[in-house]
């Protein structure tokens, strides 16, 4: 392996060989595609040597044909694999949503509070072609913006996903200090470096300060009124950090916000889906079809900043993500932050 120090603005890359000439459309061993915004961490591209020494990489057009396919999807891979940053790695939906992400081929920093989970999350990454590193850091010490800036950067992740929080259990300054303080700070600080380009916040489906359009009054104030109530710390410090990822998201046009509202959750396997706009709050959402939407998300390079509605239902997740990227769906309607 060599590691590539430049690379010119150009969505191709070409070795030339140790005497700087191209070389022939049969001999190409290094050659692969790569993402226009990958020209944004230089220094950590890297290209595989294959049976040429390879001086340096310049930008240069190609036939593709004319290429070693196999060769092409194997840098190709290399290249463009993103590296996630999964807060909250332990959680039941994270332990789901990471070997998913491991099986693309992807890395997954998995952060997650206690010592002691190492050794068992560790096993996600055994026999899977990405690889899976664990950090050990505490949310409750977030103190600031620079802290959760600092915790990213020793990273470096593309996507950040958020799986943490207190849930409403423990003392009420926890629920403060992680489902709202430190998720808004690490979302502020996700914006704040330009090689992270999407973060998902998974939230739940009825974390709204105003009723969707598509709910009816009787099912919004039966919400406030039972489900909201008993979950009132919790929800407050929710829809605080989802409306600051909206509002920090709008500061970057390369930056994708994505929020995912789960209802009940169950430990049923994936599932077919109801995603988007649905008409009731009242249904299932199982973890792993949580965890299966998200890895979609993530894959899709057409995705836009979009809220989405979850329960389980009777549409294919594929043909799901599929539908609400293409239209694009976005549940944020109805808020008094939104447009």
């Known amino acids: 392996m060599i590691r590539v120090e430049e690379v010119l ?5 070409l070795a030339r060989d140790a005497a ?15 993402p226009s915004v990958l020209h944004f961490r230089r220094s950590e591209l890297w290209l595989l ?26 840098v190709q891979s290399i290249m463009a694999a993103p590296h996630v940053l999964l807060i909250g790695g332990n959680g039941k939906i994270a332990r789901l ?15 997650i509070r206690n010592a002691d989970q190492v050794s068992e999350l560790q096993k996600l990454g055994e026999k899977q072609s990405g690889k899976l590193n664990v950090l050990v850091r505490s949310l409750e010490d977030v103190a600031t913006d620079e802290v959760a800036k600092e915790r ?26 992680v489902d709202r303080d430190a998720a808004c700070r690490f979302i502020r600080a996700s914006v704040a470096l330009p090689y992270v380009k999407k973060f998902v916040m998974i939230s739940f489906i009825t974390s709204r300060l105003e009723k969707a359009p598509w709910w009816t009054d009787e099912m919004w104030e039966k919400e406030k009124n039972t489900t909201l109530k008993k979950l009132e710390r919790y929800y407050r410090a929710k829809v605080a950090a989802d409306q600051v990822l909206y509002e920090e998201s709008k500061k970057r046009s390369d930056f994708i916000a994505i929020c995912m509202r789960p209802s009940l959750l169950t430990e049923e396997p994936v599932g077919k889906v109801a995603l988007g706009r649905i008409p009731t709050t009242n249904g299932t959402s199982s973890r792993a079809s949580v965890a299966y939407l998200t ?6 390079p057409n995705v836009k900043t979009t809220w989405l509605d979850m329960l389980d239902g009777d549409e294919e997740p594929e043909a799901a993500v599929k539908r609400c990227v293409d239209e694009g769906v976005n549940c944020l309607e109805g808020e008094p932050y939104y447009p």
């Open 9 to 13: 603005h150009s969505k191709y890359l």
């Open 20 to 34: 700087g000439c191209w070389p022939k459309p049969e001999q190409y061993d290094v050659i692969a595609m790569i």
């Open 49 to 74: 040597k294959l049976d040429m020494p390879i001086r340096s990489v310049f930008s240069h057009k190609f036939n593709r044909s004319h290429a070693n396919r196999r060769t092409f999807r194997f």
């Open 97 to 111: 949503l990471t070997p998913m992400l491991l099986k693309k081929s992807w890395t997954v920093t998995s952060m």
């Open 152 to 177: 990213i950067d020793a990273v470096k992740p593309d996507y950040v996903v958020w799986s943490a929080g207190a849930g409403g259990k423990g003392a009420p300054e926890r629920t403060w200090a």
């Open 295 to 300: 890895s979609l998300l993530l894959e899709n």
